[in-house]
């Protein structure tokens, strides 16, 4: 196709216009396998420790929730069981549709199609926003962490459960898949926008044998997924219906101020008054 310059001055600014607008990135192992996904969120955490220290550092009965890439709404059920409202947003069309499902009858909680840039709620309306394991990746997501302290009240929270690249063996097979992420600079670019980190360990319980290969298969490169699933085998020699792995989380919260609220800064971070 070849076009005139005025053509194609025009066809680069439409170019330019839809890169602009590309917010939402795939997740390839929910989107693509939702069944395999719902297992995995099944098999993680076993003994609730995420869920003990969010209800120890960021409580939320009685408050307005955002379940923010909430996916196909395995975590509503838990949040709506306290809070006073939730909202499960996800860009995810089909995973919008199944976390209506999932949460139909539930007078309290509404799922809505959305992005992290365009939160469907006012201003100062929002006790809590949950984030898990939503790819907050750090520089980049700038535009999230301001729409999150738009919709925040003073005094509110934004909580972002992700898996901790630094604990083994499981971190070490996402940095071996994920070369250019730094872990340093992310945990640098968190610390600069305010949000205290808490380290913790869990326990993921996989049923048996199928399940490792199946939930390991959706997380990384089909190689490190054979090294992966190998690897955990090799932990649990001798089980035959019970496969367990440790896997670490970071566990990072920033309040929105309760005081004077100056203009966040351009890296999304907390105000603060000199």
């Given at each position: 196709m070849i076009l005139r310059p005025g053509k194609r001055r025009r066809y680069a600014e439409c170019v330019n216009r839809l890169l602009r607008k590309t917010e939402v990135y795939p997740s390839p192992n929910i989107w693509y396998h939702p069944g395999t996904y719902?297992?995995?969120?099944r098999v993680q955490d076993v003994d609730g420790v995420i869920w003990a220290e969010l209800a120890a550092s960021v409580p939320w009965a009685g408050g307005d929730v955002v379940d923010l890439g909430c996916g196909d709404g395995f975590h509503l059920p838990r949040l709506a069981s306290e809070a006073r409202h939730v909202l499960g947003v996800e860009p995810h069309a089909p995973l919008v549709r199944r976390a209506r499902q999932r949460m139909e009858g539930s007078a309290h909680v509404r799922v809505a199609r959305g992005r992290a840039q365009r939160i469907p709620v006012e201003d100062a309306s929002v006790d809590v926003v949950h984030a898990r394991t939503a790819y907050f990746f750090g520089p980049g997501c700038e535009p999230g962490l301001r729409e999150v302290e738009r919709v925040l009240r003073p005094g509110g929270a934004l909580v972002i459960v992700d898996v901790d690249t630094r604990h083994e063996p499981y971190g070490g097979w996402m940095r071996e898949d994920l070369p250019h992420y730094d872990p340093d600079a992310?945990?640098?670019?968190?610390?600069?926008?305010?949000?205290?980190?808490?380290?913790?360990?869990t326990r993921w319980a996989f049923p048996g044998r199928e399940a490792v290969e199946a939930v390991l298969g959706i997380e990384f490169s089909p190689r490190v997924a054979r090294?992966?699933?190998e690897e955990t085998l090799r932990r649990n020699i001798g089980a035959c219906d019970r496969f367990e792995l440790p896997v670490g989380y970071r566990m990072l919260v920033r309040r929105k101020p309760t005081g004077l609220v100056l203009q966040p800064s351009s890296d999304g971070a907390s105000p603060s008054i000199p």
């Open positions: 719902e297992l995995e969120n992310v945990d640098a670019f968190f610390e600069r926008a305010g949000f205290a980190c808490t380290r913790v360990e090294r992966a699933v």
